[in-house]
């Protein structure tokens, strides 16, 4: 990739842009006149003891394989690097120069292992050379003072070890904040001294779900696993020295299952139940008693022991309240106090664990569902379900760390999913992650402060080792940690600097994806003919991409792609990018199906939620029939809210067959339409019922509708799908709006 090898300048003064690998991209880069040579051994100058210094010490040696040690003074003929503090230097800032020394000042050791990070960078962009560029580089993180990843360790258990490298990761990017999910339905995975059964009972689980949710299988192998509080101590302090805290989430008052498994008096029921080894939601919640709030207050006072971070998590997300209703005590504590309902309850019941934490120093915080029934007066916020949850809690004038599923769950597929490893679903790539902005339009000026920043979310319900771990975090960690520290370039221009920053992971041998390399399809913008006007883009843009219509496999000699093309009817686009005559990429594949329906115009009556809106009601007739596993994309997603589309042929015609699809990922609180129907008409205004259908039958048709009608003439064809009002009982979401995703309308 020749072309992505960019010289550094060396004109004094000369401002460095896009000429790096730097990963965030720092605030101010500057090349001088010069460059310093270096040999396989260094000398780290300071003046007193210092961890960074022992820190850069260790990972040059380690990792790069060179001499290096800590001295109080530079040795003749030794290359060396000074690490001062300069109390002129502002806070979160580094200055680092590269001259006949190399020096990193900072106003504290924080500012000095900022500083150490992008030198690594530097050094490893230039080990090749033997030779550093004389530079200046002053640098700041922004305003966002939550710069995060998370990690959930009760899916899937991972050694003391390996979490100790996930902080290494959020290091090398100048992240800030751990969220270490310890607690869940599967896996109780912190050692509590007063309650052995958590991790004698809690910790293990009979077996564990195998493949899709849908398949409801297992593998009946006891798994598990935990943390004792020795190795905790150990992870905290590690973090410590990289400037990192940790933010625990002990579970509350939902994905309780393990803890109740281990105690079953703090359930509604008082029955013995097993540590859960399915995915989802369940009913089986924490019963709001006192012998319940003992019991959490003690599990709280040993995590705050281990744990010195100022805010503790306490979940707060997808509580079921079909115990809670059936519970005499519960409904007691409703009239008591008041309250309006079981939403209620769960805001009395954060409120009193708010106020336990409070009386020790320490604050709340929770995912969005903490708002339901009233938000705890100290409580910060973490906003997943979308931007909504982070707005109206900023709009109240409470701290909110945002997390939107779309654009920070590392969970999801982040290429293709043909050539990716089994994901939980969704698309969210390293393009989406980059284009991620944490404060939201709606906010004013004044509400904006309240927006703390960010995290990266990486739920593990299919992530089974390390291994897979890294290559769902990285290089999508890269384009977060610039979204927070504050200055991004276009990402095409980050995409190049990500390139080049790969060298860097090899060398650390981290198993990053390298889906970027992918090309990638769109279908634009129906413009009323009957036909699909497509795209193709690579790592390079077009340039090098070749592609086939017939199905069989692109090569150097296959069509050259130059820029858009239009199919009038259904084809297999297959692409792949080649660089020097060499595939680059693994092979994109599309089904493109042209309908009478294809590329005319839609109208919805209802319409779809802002983050699964596609490219809006033309989404349903782009000649594209949606994937399940990337319902982020290709989809409509309605949340309570019916289907009802209308299909404007564009002149009156026979018509014999509507085909529709729906998504049942009921996990995901995406439920199958109760009935759905097929309307035509000639004029727009007057239509006749032509086909019905209920749930049942579209749950033998897998949620893939083929509609067979008698033939008659008809302009306007409406497709209606009803609903799930309201989540029912015994499915995760329970009570909550159901969500109803359709895709592609086509009409023959």
């Not at 580089?137 to 490298?165: E, N, P, T, Y």
């Amino acid at each position: 990739m020749l072309r992505y090898l960019f010289l550094l300048f060396a004109l004094s003064g000369q401002v460095l842009s896009a000429q790096n690998a730097l990963i965030p991209q720092p605030k101010s880069l500057k090349i001088n006149n010069g460059t310093l040579p270096f040999s396989k051994q260094w000398t780290i100058v300071v003046d007193q003891k210092s961890k960074e210094a022992v820190y850069l010490k260790d990972f040059l040696n380690e990792k790069f394989k060179w001499k290096t040690n800590v001295a109080k003074q530079a040795i003749t003929g030794i290359p060396a690097i000074y690490l001062k503090l300069n109390k002129n230097i502002p806070e979160n800032a580094y200055k680092l120069t590269i001259a006949k020394t190399i020096s990193i000042e900072a106003r504290n050791e924080k500012g000095v292992f900022f500083g150490i990070q992008t030198l690594i960078q530097l050094l490893n962009e230039n080990d090749d050379k033997g030779k550093l560029p004389f530079l200046t580089i002053d640098d700041q993180a922004g305003d966002f003072s939550w710069r995060g990843m998370h990690l959930d360790c009760s899916r899937h258990f991972f050694s003391a070890d390996f979490v100790k490298k996930y902080i290494d990761f959020i290091a090398m990017y100048k992240m800030n904040s751990f969220h270490w999910h310890l607690t869940d339905d599967q896996g109780w995975r912190i050692e509590i001294k007063k309650y052995p059964k958590l991790t004698s009972v809690g910790a293990w689980r009979s077996g564990s779900m195998i493949g899709a949710y849908s398949n409801q299988e297992f593998d009946n192998k006891k798994y598990g696993g935990y943390y004792t509080q020795k190795e905790i101590k150990e992870i905290v302090q590690y973090a410590k020295d990289r400037h990192i805290t940790i933010v625990p989430e002990i579970e509350m008052p939902g994905h309780a299952v393990a803890a109740i498994a281990s105690y079953p008096e703090l359930g509604c029921s008082g029955k013995q139940i097993d540590v859960e080894k399915k995915w989802g939601v369940f009913e089986d919640v924490f019963c709001p008693k006192d012998e319940t709030f003992t019991f959490l207050e003690n599990v709280l006072t040993e995590v705050m022991d281990l744990f010195p971070s100022k805010i503790i998590h306490i979940g707060g997300d997808e509580c079921p309240k079909e115990s809670w209703k059936k519970c005499a005590h519960c409904q007691d504590l409703i009239k008591k106090y008041n309250l309006k309902d079981e939403h209620g309850l769960q805001s009395y019941f954060i409120q009193r664990i708010e106020k336990f934490l409070n009386s020790k120093g320490r604050n709340i915080i929770g995912w969005d569902e903490i708002l339901e029934g009233g938000l705890a007066p100290n409580a910060a916020v973490m906003s997943w379900r979308g931007f909504e949850g982070g707005i109206e809690a900023a709009k109240q004038h409470h701290p909110v760390v945002m997390t939107p599923g779309d654009y920070c769950y590392f969970d999801h597929y982040q290429g293709n999913p043909i050539n990716e490893p089994f994901a939980f679903g969704g698309n969210t790539t390293v393009e989406k992650v980059y284009s991620f902005n944490p404060i939201p339009k709606e906010l004013t000026i004044e509400e904006k402060p309240y927006i703390l920043g960010a995290q990266a979310n990486l739920w593990t319900e299919y992530i089974l080792d390390s291994k897979h771990v890294e290559y769902m975090v990285f290089p999508r960690i890269a384009a977060l940690s610039e979204v927070l520290w504050g200055k991004k370039s276009s990402y095409d221009e980050f995409q190049k600097r990500l390139f080049n920053h790969f060298s860097l992971l090899d060398r650390l041998g981290i198993n990053y994806s390298k889906a970027i390399y992918e090309v990638v399809g769109k279908s634009q913008l129906p413009n009323g003919k009957n036909a699909v006007t497509y795209s193709l883009k690579g790592f390079d843009g077009a340039n090098g991409i070749y592609y086939t219509l017939d199905g069989t496999l692109p090569s150097v000699h296959s069509t050259p792609y130059t820029g858009t093309f239009t199919l009038d009817k259904s084809a297999t686009v297959q692409a792949i990018y080649f660089e020097q005559g060499k595939e680059k990429s693994k092979v994109f594949t599309q089904d493109i199906f042209v309908s009478k329906a294809t590329g005319k115009k839609v109208n919805l009556e209802f319409q779809p939620k802002e983050k699964y809106s596609g490219m809006g009601a033309q989404t349903l007739t782009d000649g594209i029939v949606g994937d399940p596993a990337k319902f982020g994309t290709d989809w409509l997603g309605f949340s309570g809210d019916n289907l009802v589309a209308t299909v404007d042929l564009g002149q009156i015609m026979t018509i014999a067959q509507v085909k529709i699809n729906f998504i049942k990922s009921n996990e995901n609180w995406i439920h199958l339409p109760q009935k759905v129907s097929v309307w035509v008409s000639k004029d727009g205004t007057n239509f006749n019922l032509v086909q019905e259908v209920n749930q049942s039958y579209v749950a033998k048709q897998l949620g893939k509708l083929n509609l067979q009608i008698k033939p008659q003439e008809a302009r306007y064809v409406k497709v209606m799908a009803e609903n799930t009002t309201k989540i029912p009982s015994g499915f995760a979401g329970a009570g909550y709006p159901a969500w109803l995703f359709v895709d592609e309308i086509q009409v023959d």
